[in-house]
């Protein structure tokens, strides 16, 4: 993986990131800037190891599917692909264009698709198939980490009386 590619990772996880966490600090003003910091690093962090895993998810997919193929070697991210995952995540902030966003998130996964089809001797749309698995296993997988921190970081719930209620 080229710097190139490390880069608009990092910068890739770093805005989808922000873009999440901005919201909770805007509706929370308790919250400290050391841990909306720590949230922001934290989130880049697993942002841009999500996006960089996701060539690999697919491959391993379409292994599952097909268990002759060779490695790793045909998907790989290079800066033309992963430069709209860049846009896409700029334009994860809220009521700012989630259409636009997935449609980019979509067109990316299309390219994808092209090199695993390539990469494997699929056709198109099994490629497309392994591609779209591990892409919302990827984003499953965080979604669940992210409400699991989110519920941590909140606290215990506590419970509401009958009094608070009439009042």
Same mark, same amino acid.
């Given at each position: 993986?080229?710097?190139?590619?490390?880069?608009?990772?990092?910068?890739?996880?770093?805005?989808?990131?922000?873009? =999440?966490?901005?919201?909770? $600090?805007?509706? =929370?003003?308790? /919250?400290?800037?050391? @841990?909306?910091? #720590?949230? $922001? $690093?934290? #989130?880049?962090?697993?942002?841009?190891?999500?996006?960089?895993? %996701?060539?690999?998810?697919? %491959?391993? /997919?379409?292994?599952? /599917?097909?268990?002759?193929?060779?490695?790793?070697?045909?998907?790989? %991210?290079?800066?033309?692909? +992963?430069?709209? @995952?860049?846009?896409?995540?700029?334009?994860?902030?809220? *009521?700012?264009?989630?259409? *636009?966003?997935? *449609?980019? +998130?979509?067109? $990316?996964?299309?390219?994808?698709?092209?090199?695993?089809?390539?990469?494997? #001797?699929?056709?198109? %749309?099994?490629?497309?198939?392994? /591609?779209? +698995?591990a892409g919302i296993g990827l984003g499953?997988?965080?979604?669940? +980490?992210? =409400? @699991?921190?989110?519920?941590?970081?909140? #606290?215990? =719930?506590?419970?509401?009386?009958?009094?608070?209620?009439?009042?």
């Open positions: 993986m080229s710097t190139t590619v490390v880069a608009l990772l990092i910068l890739a996880g770093f805005s989808e990131t922000v873009g =999440r966490v901005l919201p909770i $600090v805007a509706r =929370r003003p308790q /919250v400290s800037r050391r @841990l909306a910091a #720590g949230l $922001v $690093v934290t #989130g880049t962090a697993v942002e841009g190891t999500v996006i960089a895993l %996701w060539p690999l998810a697919a %491959w391993t /997919v379409a292994d599952l /599917v097909h268990p002759s193929l060779p490695g790793t070697a045909g998907t790989a %991210w290079t800066p033309a692909m +992963v430069a709209p @995952l860049l846009l896409a995540a700029v334009l994860a902030f809220p *009521l700012l264009g989630p259409l *636009l966003h997935f *449609l980019l +998130v979509a067109g $990316v996964g299309w390219g994808l698709a092209d090199l695993l089809a390539a990469a494997t #001797g699929f056709g198109w %749309w099994p490629a497309a198939g392994c /591609v779209a +698995v499953a997988t965080v979604d669940v +980490v992210r =409400r @699991l921190i989110g519920r941590a970081l909140a #606290g215990p =719930r506590k419970p509401v009386e009958l009094r608070e209620l009439v009042a």
